[in-house]
């Protein structure tokens, strides 16, 4: 009588590989001694296609992911670069704004200066008083806290004096 084998398998890729043994046969039988016993030690095995295609889509993956790592540095430092581009560009219409406000405000101060009202109200026809104004007292008003050349510019005592001035108040 014969004995059936079964077919050897392929180790698969990641699994534990362990030794076979064969079938028990008489020692006799083939023309061989007892079989062997199986080892306890690990086999080592050579790298499978399988083991292969593993390693170089992980390579691929680390390879893409250092790939997209640089290009957000590389986008992350372009929009700093605009926003630096920006801030430089509206800081100098800052300091363009910040001069013409200073000269429009030196405009109105000599245009506001008492000379140069003096001035226009000379070519009007306007001429200055030989005499300082005289102030009228008003019966029955309070007395000021001013005098005659340095007067009070409070309304307190405006009515007081409305009847005196008319109907309006400033």
Do not use: C
């Amino acid at each position: 009588m014969t004995t059936v084998v079964a077919p050897v398998r392929r180790a698969r890729a990641g699994a534990p590989t362990r030794a076979r043994t064969s079938a028990p046969t008489a020692p006799h039988a083939r023309g061989r001694s007892a079989p062997r016993r199986a080892s306890t030690r690990a086999r080592t095995v050579a790298p499978t296609a399988a083991t292969a295609r593993t390693r170089a889509r992980a390579g691929i993956a680390v390879a893409v992911a250092l790939v997209f790592v640089l290009v957000s540095a590389v986008l992350f430092h372009v929009v700093l670069a605009q926003g630096q581009l920006e801030l430089d560009g509206l800081d100098s219409r800052i300091a363009a704004e910040r001069t013409e406000y200073e000269k429009l405000r030196l405009a109105v101060s000599t245009a506001s200066s008492p000379q140069r009202i003096i001035e226009q109200a000379q070519e009007l026809g306007f001429v200055i008083p030989d005499t300082p104004p005289v102030y009228i007292q008003v019966e029955g008003a309070k007395a000021t806290a001013g005098s005659a050349v340095n007067p009070a510019t409070t309304l307190g005592d405006w009515e007081d004096v409305k009847p005196y001035l008319g109907d309006t108040q400033p």
